[in-house]
């Protein structure tokens, strides 16, 4: 599901907001998410999962083209962990096929 896809899905769902006001929702929460994110902290969304800033630090590693040493610098990723609602949603979908 595309943004565009979720803001209409919030518009049609609550007429009253409107497209533009379902937009600015949807921009809100997930400002506030990556706001949170780069600022280290974790983001727990009960029952849907765990967003958590997790840092990979430099280390040794070899250019696979010419195969001399280099140095990979320090990176930062987001680790998502499925919460158990949205797990056990995902599960029962597949089962019943």
């Known amino acids: 599901m595309r943004k565009t896809e979720l803001v209409d899905r919030i518009a049609a769902e609550y ?5 533009e006001g379902a937009r600015r929702v949807v921009e809100t929460i997930l400002g506030n998410i990556e706001t949170a994110l780069g600022q280290g ?22 250019n ?13 990723s987001t680790i998502f962990r499925a919460g158990k609602r949205l797990n056990e949603r ?8």
């Open 15 to 19: 007429p009253h907001l409107g497209t």
């Open 41 to 62: 902290r974790r983001i727990e969304l009960r029952g849907f999962g765990i967003f958590t800033p997790r840092v990979f630090a430099e280390r040794a590693a070899r």
């Open 64 to 76: 696979p083209r010419r195969g001399d040493a280099i140095t990979a610098v320090a990176t930062t």
């Open 90 to 97: 995902l599960n029962r979908s597949v089962t019943s096929g």
